[in-house]
């Protein structure tokens, strides 16, 4: 179904060859599709742009693209900044708005904020459930040889010819500020497509056989997918487009595809004809791996909690279901102690009965996932017993299109109910499964809590990810598990109808048209950031969460949904740090912050007095150590690129992170622009350190400066014992070591514009 090839490639005739010269593989690395648009958006500094041979690429994107959980505080971030207007394009869509009258922001708050927003800098608003980000994105912004940049991880436009990459808010900030995104050159795998997929298999089927093979081996972490081969003109652009929407699960930087008729024709039913190019590899050009992806053997899939890669085929699945969903209790018990999972109970004599299905978001909402569902429940019913069925379209756009084609009447005559284009199910506040609930959702990701469950509370369902069509037989069969190429079912493609006008009278567009006299509109809980203050010459941190688990998400980190409704406010929302994975963390780092307060009017807070006086004359450190907390995990930052997950530490006083890698670029990125120190450990060193001791590094700040990489450092345990460890912050680029030396990105650029 899926081989991998960790040896290089080039293309022949159409064909991957084994690469028989190393020292073509510059060359040929420039005749990908992805080096062809990375250079073309390649923009050196004056000082290096005579140079041909580029090791690191400086990136202007084509636009930029932002949800109403994120474009707040880059809006913020960036007036703190000097911002004046958006240079590009700007989108600000409004999908995640839910559950934010609880407690935090109204919702329309952020929205006339974000309004006001693109009236005064010139920007674009989509209102809300108008569409969801990256839908959006699809059907107005991209085009053949672009660039975009979006404030969420899955940006991902690569099957309509689009660079997408997903970061931090603070990447999109440099953006704004006319700067540019600074990475190294990456390597391009080639993801070569053979056959065609049978007929009940879908995109989700497809992603999910992807993430399983590429994820827990890094096989393409931080590298480009370039999609070509004979089997990419056997699917629709829709199917393209959600496998190419879930690539951001396997870590991948970027992802490309080769383009074709089916890709003009989807941009000329969208109005936008002259957005087609045609996009090729070239002949010879090289890969430094390949996965090779035969769809006609791909199955249904199921992806079990916690995780997308957690997955097998649905037949697997369902012979093995008590052996696994054993397995997942037993992840459960050891994530959450308060909670009782007892997911083997919907193992029945008739097969796995799951609770509820959701077909939803940038990867299941679209009109050809939603048709076909629609297909396979013709003439069925869902019944009227526990399971639920809940469909999401993606954009008005679709929903009216599904309408017009008498596929909603077929959903809503079957028992399923349509609901308005909402990230919700994607991040935890939509249709939230009751306590031991199991949800089949045909959305992106499927971590802890993405389904809105507490179990600091004791409530704990799951999330198992399904294909849009699996799920409608699963509706179809009274909720029990079920691959959709275990049925017979009739379907008949119908040319999807693009409708702009929904755009034209709800959304504003006013890129080119920004106008500095317009009112900036906050609302009560819309805050600015807390002062922030440069690295000491030498630094102490204390460890306020150890965290042993093999991979941390950014869910753990900063949790989704409900929590939401304090995106406005870093204070507010800082109070829900680790708060479902290490609920101490929060005030164990506010003592910490109030003892560095204290530091600063000249006190001699007792904790900092005894921990310093193990490594040197404590009253003189006093004078040039910054006291700050630390968050240790082996490896952080899968997930979700929401800055959230790196501000929030910083705002409750974070200084550093310590691990053996980061899980994504994009979570690293965070650390540095919020002024985190981002100190690995080599694969093979010991850390035995746990909560409530601290690591001392003196001199960071030359460390820094000079560019060292291996630093070393001090760990003083609770006992008082003192050991030596290296840490290791590799790679900072001139820009990443100001912006920690400064304090954070706002930092950096207040100094430039001094």
Same mark, same amino acid.
């Given at each position: ?70 474009y ?8 703190a ?52 980000i ?16 979006g ?14 990459v ?18 190294p ?81 989807? #941009?000329?039913? *969208?109005g936008?004809? +002259?957005?087609?190019? !045609? =996009?090729?590899? $070239?002949?010879? &050009?090289?890969y ?23 997955? #097998?085929?649905? *037949?697997?699945?369902n +012979?093995?279901?008590? !052996? =696994?969903?054993? $397995?997942?209790? &037993? ?9 009782h ?59 009216l ?15 399923a109910?349509?609901?308005?284009s ?5 991040f935890?506040a939509g ?65 999807y ?23 900036l509109?906050?609302?009560p ?18 460890l ?19 929590t ?49 006086s ?13 006291f ?16 959230q ?29 919020w ?77 430039q514009?001094?």
């Open positions: 179904m899926i081989t991998l090839e960790t040896n290089g490639v080039t293309l022949s005739g159409g064909k991957p060859r084994p690469a028989a010269v190393p020292a073509d593989t510059k060359a040929g690395r420039e005749k990908t599709i992805a080096y062809r648009i990375l250079r073309a958006h390649h923009t050196p500094k004056a000082e290096d742009a005579s140079q041909t041979d580029q090791n690191g690429l400086r990136i202007r994107f084509d636009a930029l693209i932002s949800h109403d959980i994120t707040v505080g880059i809006i913020q971030t960036a007036r900044s000097g911002l004046t207007e958006f240079p590009v394009p700007y989108a600000m869509t409004n999908c995640h708005n839910s559950l934010c009258a609880v407690g935090g922001t109204i919702n329309e708050d952020d929205h006339v904020f974000g309004l006001s927003a693109a009236k005064k800098y010139g920007g674009i608003y989509v209102p809300a459930n108008q569409s969801v990256h839908s959006y994105a699809r059907e107005e912004l991209a085009a053949c040889g672009s660039m975009i940049l404030s969420d991880s899955h940006t991902r436009y690569g099957a309509l010819g689009t660079m997408g997903g970061e931090g808010g603070p990447e999109l900030v440099k953006q704004l500020l006319k700067n540019t995104y600074d990475i050159a990456p390597e391009v795998v080639l993801v070569y497509l053979t056959g065609a997929p049978r007929r009940g298999v879908g995109p989700h089927d497809v992603a999910l056989a992807l993430v399983k093979a590429t994820f827990a081996n890094g096989f393409v972490k931080n590298r480009v997918l370039e999609f070509a081969g004979p089997g990419v003109a056997n699917l629709p652009v829709d199917f393209r487009n959600g496998i190419d929407v879930m690539t951001t699960e396997t870590t991948c930087l970027s992802s490309i595809w080769e383009t074709d008729a089916q890709v003009a024709a989807y #941009y000329a039913a *969208h936008r004809p +002259e957005a087609y190019r !045609e =996009l090729r590899p $070239g002949e010879g &050009a090289y430094d791996r390949m996965v090779h992806i035969e769809l006609d053997k791909v199955e249904c899939m199921i992806a079990l909690p916690f995780h997308p890669s957690n997955a #097998y085929t649905i *037949h697997e699945f +012979e093995r279901a008590d !052996e =696994l969903l054993a $397995g997942v209790e &037993a992840e459960a018990k050891e994530k959450f102690p308060k909670a999972p007892a997911l083997r109970s919907k193992v029945t004599r008739d097969g796995v009965l799951a609770d509820q299905g959701v077909i939803a978001g940038c990867s299941g909402g679209t009109f050809d996932n939603i048709v076909e569902a629609a297909d396979i429940l013709q003439g069925g019913s869902t019944g009227n017993g526990f399971f639920s069925l809940s469909v999401y379209p993606t954009s008005v756009p679709v929903s299109a599904l309408t017009r084609a008498g596929k909603t009447e077929t959903l809503l005559e079957a028992g109910i349509i609901k308005p909402f990230c919700g199910p994607c935890g249709d939230v499964p009751a306590n031991n609930g199991l949800s089949l959702r045909h959305t992106t990701r499927n971590f802890p809590n993405r389904e809105g469950s507490k179990p600091g509370e004791g409530q704990l369902s799951a999330v198992a990810l399904m294909d849009a069509r699996s799920i409608a037989a699963t509706a179809r069969n009274g909720g029990i598990i079920t691959a959709a190429t275990d049925i017979d079912y009739e379907t008949a493609p119908i040319d109808t693009f409708d702009r006008s929904v755009y034209a009278r709800r959304c504003y567009y006013g890129f080119g048209k920004a106008d500095p006299n317009a009112e509109i906050l609302g809980n819309i805050t600015d950031w807390p002062k922030m203050y440069p690295l000491a010459d030498n630094l102490l941190v204390e306020d969460a150890v965290i042993r688990d093999a991979v941390t998400t950014t869910d753990e980190l900063i949790p989704s949904g409900e939401s409704s304090y995106r406005s406010n870093p204070l507010r929302l800082s109070e829900f740090a680790l708060s479902r994975r290490v609920p101490e963390y929060v005030g164990r780092s506010k003592a910490v912050a109030a003892d560095e307060a204290a530091r600063r009017r000249g006190e001699k807070p007792e904790k900092l007095v005894h921990a310093l193990k490594v040197g004359h404590a009253d003189s450190l006093l004078q040039t150590t910054q700050g907390s630390c968050v240790f995990a082996n490896k952080p930052g899968d997930g979700s690129a929401r800055e997950a790196a501000s929030c530490q910083k705002v409750l006083g974070g200084f550093a992170n310590i691990c053996y890698e980061f899980a994504t670029k994009r979570y690293r990125s965070n650390c540095i622009n002024g985190i120190l981002p100190f690995t450990l080599a694969p093979d060193a010991p850390f035995p350190y746990e909560a409530g001791d601290f690591v001392f590094v003196p001199d960071i700040r030359r460390a820094i400066q000079e560019g060292i990489e291996e630093i070393p450092a001090k760990a003083i345990r609770a006992d008082g014992s003192v050991e030596p460890i290296a840490l290791y912050v590799k790679g900072l680029t001139d820009d990443e070591k100001q912006i920690i030396l400064d304090g954070c990105l706002m930092n950096y650029y207040a100094a514009n001094r």
